[in-house]
C-alpha cells in the first residue's frame, strides 16, 4: 500500500500570503488529521477530519483552515501568513484516530 | 492540560540496549505511542500500547506501562547506528473531550559506533 503523501514537499512564501496544503492518505483510511511541528513549540495537533466533517480542532487561529474531499484527501491552508507560521506541517491518516500514519511533511518557509 | 514529558537526549554504544522514557499526565490516555523521526524525515509509527496492557513486545522493541504511575519506556535491544534518531512519545484519550495525540517534546537517541 502507499504510505501518506503530501504536496508540495518544500514551500517559500512571504507574510500576508496565503498558502493551500495537499494530503493523500492510505488508501481505505478515512480519519486526516494535520500537526504543525517547529522547533520552539514541538508538535501541535492543528485539526482532524474524518467523512469530510471536522471532529476535532486544536488551539489555532482561524487563518488556519482545512476541508476533506469526498476521496479522503484533505486540504489545510493557512492564510495572511505570519513568519511565525514557518514550520513542519505533518499529516496523518488512519482508519480512526487510534492509529495514525504520518506523510513526510510540508516544509513552509515564511520570509 | 494534558502533558507529555520527555527527556531530551540519551547516548549508547552500538549493540547496546537503549531505553527511553516517557511520563505523562492524562490518567485516561488510552493509547501510548512510540513514533520515530529521521533527520528531514515524518514521524514513523514504531509502536503502541493500549491502556489495559503492561507490556508489548514487537521484535527489538519493548514497551512497558506503568499505568500507576503514568509512565511508559521503549527499550530498543542491539542498538543500532541506524536507530539514531528523534524518538516521540505520544497519549491519546481516545473518545474523550479533547481526541487528539499529545506529543512529548522528542528524545534525540545518538548512537555510537
Known amino acids: 500500500k502507499a504510505g501518506v503523501t503530501q504536496t508540495p514537499r518544500y514551500l517559500i512564501k512571504t507574510r500576508g500570503q496565503q498558502v493551500t496544503l495537499s494530503c493523500s492518505p492510505i488508501?481505505?483510511?478515512?480519519?486526516v488529521s494535520w500537526y504543525q511541528q517547529t522547533p520552539g513549540q514541538g508538535l501541535q495537533f492543528l485539526f482532524e477530519?474524518?467523512?469530510?466533517?471536522?471532529?476535532n480542532k486544536g488551539n489555532f487561529p482561524g487563518r488556519f483552515s482545512g476541508r476533506q474531499f469526498s476521496n479522503s484527501r484533505s486540504e489545510m491552508n493557512v492564510s495572511t501568513l505570519e513568519l511565525g507560521d514557518s514550520a513542519l506541517y505533518l499529516c496523518?491518516?488512519?482508519?480512526?484516530?487510534?492509529?495514525?500514519?504520518f506523510g513526510p511533511g510540508t516544509r513552509l518557509l515564511v520570509l | 492540560g494534558e502533558d507529555v514529558e520527555q527527556s531530551l537526549f540519551l547516548s549508547v554504544r552500538e549493540g547496546d540496549s537503549s531505553v527511553i522514557n516517557c511520563t505523562y499526565t492524562?490518567?485516561?490516555?488510552?493509547?501510548l505511542y512510540w513514533y520515530k523521526q529521521e533527520p528531514g524525515a515524518g514521524l514513523q509509527l514504531l509502536t503502541y500500547?493500549?491502556?489495559?496492557?503492561d507490556m508489548k513486545q514487537d521484535q527489538r522493541l519493548t514497551v512497558l506501562l506503568n499505568k500507576k504511575d503514568k509512565h511508559l519506556s521503549l527499550r530498543i535491544a542491539d542498538t543500532q547506528t541506524g536507530d539514531s534518531a528523534i524518538y516521540f512519545c505520544?497519549?491519546?484519550?481516545?473518545?474523550?473531550?479533547?481526541?487528539?495525540?499529545?506529543f512529548g517534546t522528542g528524545t534525540l537517541l545518538a548512537v555510537q559506533p
Open positions: 496523518a491518516s488512519g482508519v480512526g484516530m487510534e492509529t495514525q500514519y
Open positions: 488508501s481505505g483510511h478515512r480519519s
Open positions: 477530519y474524518f467523512s469530510e466533517t471536522q471532529r
Open positions: 492524562d490518567s485516561s490516555s488510552t493509547y
Open positions: 500500547i493500549f491502556s489495559n496492557m
Open positions: 505520544a497519549a491519546l484519550n481516545y473518545g474523550g473531550a479533547t481526541n487528539k495525540l499529545i
